[in-house]
């Protein structure tokens, strides 16, 4: 008899749980649309660094965008990606060059506020092919729920798509961090190395 009032609650809390997880996912898709139709055509352009090409992909891109700021998050640093932009003939205070984020689900966290600050509610996201699903997956949810929408542009590689448990342990960091404000970085020293 003593457990039942324990296990009734339990069950309440998983009920209220699941209410409010459902009402915080079914609130993305709206900000979303909302942001596409307030701003249709992106306003940045967003890359998610670590890599060479990257930077140099979104050089080129960005001289078909003459108009919008570049950020890119934790790329190659400063002294390797700024002779990229100089060499295209960027100028360098169109570029954002933000040393932030360890992982690429803290590429996105670290870089919201600026964004929302700027009022930019549409960005370029531009990465690799083989990383494109997580990244998809992780913007979707931490840009969305800040009422920022995405143009996804992947640049090609040879690599096969990530796995889905990467995916999937990408989506539960991004949901911690919009009940938390917490990515759980700092809880796993591995997630670094699987940028």
């Given at each position: 008899?003593?457990l039942r009032?324990?296990f ?7 009920l209220?749980s699941?209410t409010?997880?459902?009402v915080l996912?079914?609130?993305i898709p709206?900000?979303l649309?909302?942001a596409?139709?307030q ?11 670590s890599?060479l090409d990257?930077e ?22 400063p002294e390797?990606?700024?002779p ?5 003939g960027?100028?360098e ?10 992982d690429?689900v ?12 700027r ?8 990465t ?9 997956a992780?913007?979707t ?6 009422g920022i929408t995405?143009?996804?542009?992947s ?5 096969p798509?990530?796995?889905?448990l990467?995916?999937?342990?990408d989506?539960?960091r991004?949901l911690?961090w919009?009940v938390t ?8 020293p591995n ?5």
């Amino acid at each position: 008899m003593f457990l039942r009032p324990k296990f009734k609650r339990f069950r309440l809390f998983c009920l209220v749980s699941a209410t409010f997880f459902a009402v915080l996912v079914s609130i993305i898709p709206v900000r979303l649309a909302i942001a596409n139709l307030q701003a249709p055509q992106p306003q940045a352009i967003l890359t998610l660094g670590s890599w060479l090409d990257r930077e140099v992909f979104t050089a080129q891109f960005a001289l078909e965008h003459p108009n919008l700021e570049i950020w890119v998050s934790t790329g190659t640093p400063p002294e390797s990606a700024n002779p990229i932009f100089r060499a295209f003939g960027i100028p360098e205070n169109r570029v954002h060059l933000d040393r932030r984020a360890v992982d690429t689900v803290t590429n996105f966290t670290t870089l919201v506020a600026d964004f929302k600050s700027r009022q930019i509610q549409h960005l370029y996201m531009i990465t690799s092919a083989y990383h494109m699903p997580r990244a998809k997956a992780i913007a979707t949810l931490i840009l969305g729920s800040q009422g920022i929408t995405f143009t996804p542009v992947s640049l090609p590689s040879g690599e096969p798509p990530e796995s889905r448990l990467r995916i999937i342990r990408d989506i539960g960091r991004s949901l911690l961090w919009i009940v938390t404000g917490r990515t759980g970085a700092n809880l796993n020293p591995n997630l670094q190395a699987s940028r």
